[in-house]
């Protein structure tokens, strides 16, 4: 069992950046994959990054590589988003995620654990 708490978002001009935190509780932190991901007002959960146990590999959403970086701590059982560039399209409330189970990582029906979802406002 893992809770996890987003922190970081925010109102930010375009081209400014954030960091987003997820902290989560319990010894487990390290045995999970991690993941983020956004959701639009009337829109389905999307996929925006995903970190391994290790932090050894990650893989990105292509409407966001290049602008942001998905990064993990292990000793303060946080995972972190660091979103530079941002658009106004890039407005929506963003969700971290554990536990990947089998199958794609960008699938949300695969993943256990969720946050509560911090809101990233960008204006134009």
């Known amino acids: 069992q893992v809770q996890l708490v987003e922190s970081g978002g925010g109102l930010v001009q375009a081209g400014g950046s954030l960091r987003l935190s997820c902290a989560a509780s319990?010894?487990?932190?390290?045995?999970?994959?991690m993941g983020w991901f956004r959701q639009f007002p009337g829109k389905e959960r999307e996929f925006v990054a995903v970190i391994t146990r290790s932090g050894g590999s990650t893989h990105y959403a292509d409407s966001i590589k290049g602008r942001f970086t998905i990064s993990r701590d292990n000793a303060k059982n946080t995972v972190y988003l660091q979103m530079n560039s941002l658009k106004p399209e890039d407005t929506a409330v963003y969700y971290c995620?554990?536990?990947?189970?089998?199958?794609?990582?960008?699938?949300?029906?695969?993943?256990?654990?969720w946050g509560q979802g911090t809101q990233v406002t960008v204006a134009s």
């Open positions: 995620a554990a536990d990947s189970g089998l199958g794609s990582p960008s699938d949300p029906m695969i993943w256990g654990y």
């Open positions: 319990g010894r487990t932190f390290r045995s999970y994959d």
